[in-house]
């Protein structure tokens, strides 16, 4: 559908004109535009609230791409959970037990299920924590979601229909990411194979589209209508990456990471998804196009100072 047609018939009474020339009309005009469209449900993951119309906390998602030891992913959760708590936002932590889907071979895919799965489950345990992981076969949600709060869709797999619905029938939150290649609006049909289960605890993030080769653009327009079809998180590293473009590994800009973050939440997101590590030049994964643990907390402090002037 052209997204002039997907406007007309999702975009709800802010569309409809009313005859011209009145001060009022355009001040509703400006101030119904300058809004994130209305999301269709909210539920809790642990203590996070998702999608409360824009009258919630920003919330974050923010982990190592991958784990690469239990001490390393403890170190970084406590690390960002205390930076969050002294904001006072929202935390979820992620990490994946495997990258099954990485450029080379020979790049390092994390310790698989069983043991990524055990190291995720304990840290829940131990911190209070809510943990998200990836999920890349039907096989593996059980497992995984025996340990974790939410099961992270990845973006190259976001039409396959047996991990949506087995991923959905765990009865756990469930996020998907945004497929490079997929238009916003025909995110409709993920998000209805979850439904179709019975589990409403679904949410759609935002991570870049496909722009020629080895790079990839924001459609910030893609925020607000995801937005009508579930809670949108914003992926503000994934969006900078540069897919497969250094030499069996994918590159990225990190610096523009704040940038995307900051236009992101003045447009209204629910959240928030950063992939962060201590040591982004060594990182097993992704490091690219990580934020450095340095600079989390800086950012954080920006983005609430827009979140409160957009929501004033």
């Not at 997204?3 to 355009?26: H, I, M």
């Not at 496909?210 to 969006?239: C, E, K, M, Q, W």
């Not at 897919?243 to 928030?272: K, T």
Request: aromatic share 6%; charged share 20%; with cysteine.
């Amino acid at each position: 559908m052209p997204y002039s047609n997907w406007k007309t018939a999702v975009g709800g009474s802010f569309l409809k004109k009313e005859p011209p020339g009145t001060s009022d009309q355009t001040a509703r005009e400006l101030e119904n535009c300058s809004k994130i469209s209305g999301v269709s449900n909210t539920f809790e993951i642990g203590p996070v609230q998702v999608g409360a119309d824009g009258a919630g906390r920003l919330f974050l998602i923010a982990g190592p791409c991958v784990i690469e030891s239990e001490r390393h992913t403890r170190t970084m959760a406590d690390a960002i959970q205390h930076i969050t708590a002294d904001l006072g936002i929202p935390y979820i932590f992620k990490a994946s037990y495997d990258k099954a889907n990485r450029t080379s071979v020979r790049s390092f895919r994390g310790p698989g299920l069983l043991e990524g799965t055990r190291i995720l489950g304990k840290l829940a345990r131990e911190t209070g924590l809510p943990v998200l992981t990836d999920v890349h076969e039907p096989s593996h949600c059980e497992v995984a979601a025996e340990a974790v709060d939410v099961l992270q869709i990845p973006a190259f797999l976001c039409r396959q229909t047996d991990l949506l619905v087995a991923a959905g029938k765990t009865g756990r939150a469930v996020n998907i990411k945004k497929g490079q290649f997929v238009a916003p609006w025909d995110m409709t049909h993920g998000v209805e194979k979850v439904r179709s289960t019975g589990n409403e605890r679904v949410f759609l993030t935002e991570r870049g589209s496909s722009f020629g080769y080895n790079n990839l653009v924001v459609d910030f327009r893609s925020l607000a209508i995801l937005r009508n079809l579930a809670p949108v998180v914003f992926d503000g590293t994934h969006s900078v990456q540069q897919p497969s473009a250094a030499n069996g590994v994918s590159g990225g800009q990190p610096e523009f990471i704040p940038l995307l973050a900051r236009a992101a939440v003045a447009a209204g997101v629910d959240g928030l998804f950063l992939e962060v590590h201590d040591d982004p030049a060594n990182a097993k994964s992704d490091g690219a196009n990580a934020l450095d643990l340095k600079l989390l907390k800086p950012l954080l402090e920006t983005l609430l100072t827009i979140r409160a002037a957009a929501q004033g």
